[in-house]
């Protein structure tokens, strides 16, 4: 039993799910832990209010204090160094999604910027093939530790403070000022993607806990983690899934959407539309649905991405296209995710109970190469994803835009690949003949699917949240580095 406080800073829809719909804030507050989780501002009433228990003390991160912080502070200098803290990781492993991201970079910084690319690109060079390079790097962020949070770590007297990243976020003053103090740090993972994409961290950080041994070792050869601090704990976000907690009755999900029980459904998620629009594996997949032309009767439920929500941006252009080109189509249909609030958007947990039954229940999952094939594969739906290219991309002056048909080889998308969790359309007639014979029989690459999760999650029987909370509560009685 212990006495003592944590911090947690749930700074990310996603984290949310992570800490506090788990079973991660129950062990620790068994444990006789005080939990202070420090959030969004604008939803720390409706979070309290929500997750209320005793024990249990909700903070706001004071994003207005950061962004004003790193605008004010030297702000082109902190702004190069999180920039080179992300696309600096090593070459030992896979570069892929970090090289995508700097081509990005190249194309739509100001023409101020694009005249440092070139040292971006040198200094990058030597960060991915010196890991003293990286130590001076990660050093040299420490300068930047502000004084936002002096009041809640004098109230509260925190022996552990646990954020969702290593700093890769506004996550980094908090756990700046932590490690300043003396308190110990630890990070979760997150996203399936995270310790391939994002590299190193952006504050003194102790402890990790991660997914699986793949993870683990993108953190140790990409991020130049000690092997003794980086523990595998699953994913508790996913123990919902594996243990059916949020899934709908069939009858009551089709009803939610309209959806017709005699036809067999198809599901597709947006993604990737930072780089690519979706428009054109969307059409391909109306059309096959609109025409009848598949082996079966079909009917398509299409998920549109946060980003769709953008105000005024090129991705709500997309959203309301697609919406123009389904108008007619009564066999399309629609889904939005459905916003947490503040700045934590679209990105949240509010919308499990729908994600999770638009994959149990989809005869044919498809999206590009989303981390939803990892949640799908756990329902053991069939997988495809499709790389249809808009040509010319998003077509528009000073927006990058990145080819489907090359990130077949990132990271995760290549282990999806290499596993044979599921199948990669690249035009309408490869993505048909894939879905006909998905539609025919179900059952194939079920065996793959299953190791892919296996491989990828590590602990399938729901335990993964009690196994993290357990974790973090040995830091906390430890206490100390």
Not at 167 to 173: H, I, L, M, N, S
Not at 187 to 197: E, F, H, K, Q, R
Not at 226 to 246: A, Q
Request: hydrophobic share 40%; proline share 5%; aromatic share 10%.
């Amino acid at each position: 039993m212990t006495d003592k406080t944590i911090f947690i800073s749930a700074d990310h829809g996603l984290s949310i799910v992570y800490f506090l719909q788990t079973d991660v804030l129950p062990t620790l507050l068994e444990s006789g832990a005080r939990v202070v989780v420090l959030t969004d501002d604008g939803i720390r009433d409706q979070i309290a209010a929500r997750f209320a228990q005793p024990n249990l003390i909700i903070e706001g991160l004071r994003f207005r204090q950061c962004r004003e912080y790193f605008e004010k502070k030297d702000h082109s200098l902190q702004y190069w160094v999180h920039f080179l803290r992300w696309m600096g990781g090593s070459n030992r492993i896979n570069t892929n999604a970090m090289d995508g991201h700097l081509r990005q970079m190249g194309h739509e910084a100001s023409p101020r910027a694009k005249r440092l690319m070139p040292v971006i690109r040198g200094l990058t060079y030597l960060l991915r093939r010196s890991r003293l390079a990286r130590q001076a790097l990660v050093n040299f962020q420490r300068r930047y530790t502000p004084n936002i949070y002096a009041d809640l770590f004098e109230k509260y007297q925190p022996s552990l403070v646990v954020a969702s990243t290593p700093g890769w976020r506004w996550d980094r003053y908090l756990l700046r000022e932590a490690a300043a103090r003396g308190i110990l740090t630890a990070a979760v993972i997150v996203g399936w993607d995270n310790p391939s994409s994002y590299r190193l961290p952006g504050a003194p950080v102790d402890w990790i806990t991660c997914w699986s041994e793949i993870q683990k070792q993108e953190l140790v050869l990409g991020s130049d983690w000690k092997p003794e601090r980086v523990h595998v704990g699953g994913i508790p976000s996913y123990d919902g899934y594996f243990r059916g907690t949020w899934k709908m009755s069939r009858e009551e999900y089709f009803r939610l959407h309209g959806l017709d029980p005699n036809r067999k459904l198809l599901s597709y998620a947006c993604s990737f539309v930072t780089f690519s629009p979706n428009f054109a594996n969307i059409r391909a997949l109306a059309e096959l649905v609109n025409q009848d032309a598949l082996a079966e009767p079909v009917q398509l439920l299409i998920r549109l991405h946060p980003n769709h929500f953008q105000p005024g941006s090129l991705y709500e252009q997309e959203a309301n296209r697609v919406r123009e080109l389904i108008r007619d189509m009564p066999h399309v249909h629609l889904v939005e995710p459905v916003p947490l609030g503040g700045e934590l958007g679209y990105y949240s947990g509010e919308d499990m109970p729908e994600k999770a039954s638009m994959m149990a229940y989809s005869d044919v999952f498809l999206t590009v190469y989303s981390t939803m094939v990892v949640e799908t594969a756990i329902h053991d739906r069939p997988i495809v994803s499709v790389c249809i290219d808009e040509p010319g991309g998003w077509n528009t002056p000073g927006k990058f835009s990145l080819s489907l048909q090359e990130i077949g080889e990132w990271p995760t998308h290549l282990r999806f690949r290499a596993a044979g969790a599921g199948r990669v359309a690249y035009n309408a007639g490869q993505l048909k003949e894939i879905l006909n014979l998905y539609l025919r029989a179900p059952e194939t690459d079920s065996a793959q699917r299953r190791q892919f999760i296996q491989d990828e999650c590590t602990f399938t029987d729901g335990s993964a949240g009690r196994r993290t909370g357990e974790f973090l509560c040995r830091l906390l009685e430890r206490g100390e580095a």
